[in-house]
């Protein structure tokens, strides 16, 4: 073949290539005219590639992404797809930049049959031995069936479009997203594949580039919005800058909601109570949050509004995921805290750094329907209206027992702040908390999961 039939091949080869989804994604994926792929002739028998791979920048930071080929056998994975997928990680994991999954894909070439196993199996060791190490985003564009599941699952934040399917079976059945939402697998909702990758644009955005960089500061406009002080919604809307929470697995654990924002800039994790009783998913939900958090040094900002939890497990969990975590911890109790609550989201338990109340808070080690019934009972005796005698207990028993100024007294909070004074009391305690460190007992990991 003469220079001239090789020049005109891979000409002819990069033009094919262009008009794929896969290449098309990762063109929407990174900036302008800045992505180079890797391994661009690393395939399976002698058709086009079923994944492209390769490295770019998203607003000028570094990111390697890979996206499977549905255009060629369906981006069915082969032993050439993993490999390829793979060097992104090894690549990613040398230079500390974070990692695109873009899922789009029927299944396993079965002529590989065992292979695939070994095949699967790297992926996976790689996607979660850098997992903490680098933000891994997977964005599930199409089909994500069986094995491939279970690496995008891994990931630290998944994105579903609604041509998505995701699921483990392999049979077609299930897994479509409001599935998928409802059980909490997805984080982030598109209409379309392009609208999921502008998310996971947006996201990149918002994180460091790996556990040991900073994430990035931008300019910011002061939140407009006001809130009711009861719904968490209003409050993150009003506390922080303007237009900049998203929000993470909103159709589960409703108990809680939980995502990243900007404050003053800089991108925090928020968790916000939204019920009075947090269930097991709410407290799943908000465990993933704070450790991901965590895990990139981003601080976690939590709002307190909650009189029980509901599962001891996850409750245990929760409170683990609190404590473990060393990056800057700043709660606000903007209304009831009690028992368990108080300690697994504002108390010593929680290893919180600082813990506001609003003058609305009410903090106390029982729910004060419970404890003036228990303590001042003999305050009832011979009443002649009991019912309205114990509502008025109850109402003492929280003016006087469980207000914040007590608590606040007794050092159980550090300060009670005026709703409006809010965020820039956040502000100042994130600046006094940037050069936060903690050193821990040496061990390989918590065995409370």
């Known amino acids: 073949m003469s220079i001239e039939s090789k020049l005109a091949f891979l000409q002819e080869t990069k033009a094919a290539n262009a008009q794929t989804k896969a290449y098309q994604r990762l063109q929407l994926l990174f900036d302008e005219g800045t992505f180079v792929e890797i391994d661009s002739f690393t395939k399976s028998g002698d058709g086009r590639a079923e994944a492209a791979a390769g490295f770019g920048s998203v607003d000028g930071c570094p990111v390697y992404a890979f996206a499977q080929n549905s255009d060629v056998e369906g981006g069915a994975m082969s032993k050439a797809q993993a490999a390829k997928i793979c060097k992104v990680y090894e690549l990613a994991e040398k230079t500390g930049a974070p990692v695109v999954g873009i899922y789009d894909s029927i299944g396993a070439r079965l002529n590989e049959s065992c292979e695939m196993l070994a095949a699967y199996g790297d992926v996976m060791l790689k996607a979660n031995n850098l997992s903490g190490v680098v933000p891994q985003i997977a964005v599930i564009a199409g089909p994500c069936l069986g094995a491939s599941s279970m690496i995008a699952a891994a990931a630290d934040v998944v994105i579903m479009s609604e041509d998505g399917q995701f699921a483990l079976q392999t049979n077609g059945e299930g897994g479509d997203l409001k599935e998928a939402s409802e059980s909490g697998l997805v984080h982030l909702t598109a209409k379309d594949d392009k609208e999921a990758v502008a998310k996971a644009r947006e996201l990149i955005t918002l994180l460091p580039s790996n556990n040991l960089s900073g994430a990035p500061i931008t300019d910011f406009a002061d939140s407009a919005a006001e809130t009711d002080g009861e719904s968490g919604a209003s409050i993150i809307a009003a506390v922080m800058d303007q237009d900049s929470f998203i929000e993470f697995q909103a159709g589960f654990g409703a108990g809680f909601i939980t995502g990243l924002a900007k404050l003053g800039g800089n991108t925090v994790g928020v968790v916000a109570s939204e019920e009075k009783t947090a269930d097991g998913k709410a407290c799943e939900k908000a465990a993933r949050l704070v450790r991901f958090c965590d895990a ?18 996850a409750a245990c969990k929760l409170t683990n995921a609190y404590a473990e975590a060393t990056t800057a911890k700043i709660s606000v109790i903007t209304g009831e805290a009690y028992g ?9 338990a929680a290893g919180v750094d600082v813990a506001y109340a609003w003058p609305t808070a009410s903090i106390s080690a029982l729910n004060p329907t419970t404890a003036a019934v228990m303590l001042w009972s003999d305050k009832l005796k011979g009443s002649s209206n009991p019912t309205a005698d114990r509502a008025n207990l109850i109402a003492e028993y929280k003016d006087q027992e469980a207000c914040p100024f007590k608590a606040a007294g007794d050092g159980f909070v550090q300060d009670v702040i005026e709703p409006s004074e809010t965020r820039l009391k956040l502000y100042a305690a994130l600046d006094m908390l940037a050069g936060k460190r903690v050193t821990r007992l040496p061990k390989k990991h918590a065995n409370n999961l």
């Open 296 to 313: 990139f040094a981003i601080p976690v900002i939590t709002f307190v509004n909650a009189e029980s939890f509901c599962c001891i497990k």
């Open 340 to 348: 368990a609550v108080y300690m697994a989201l504002a108390g010593a």
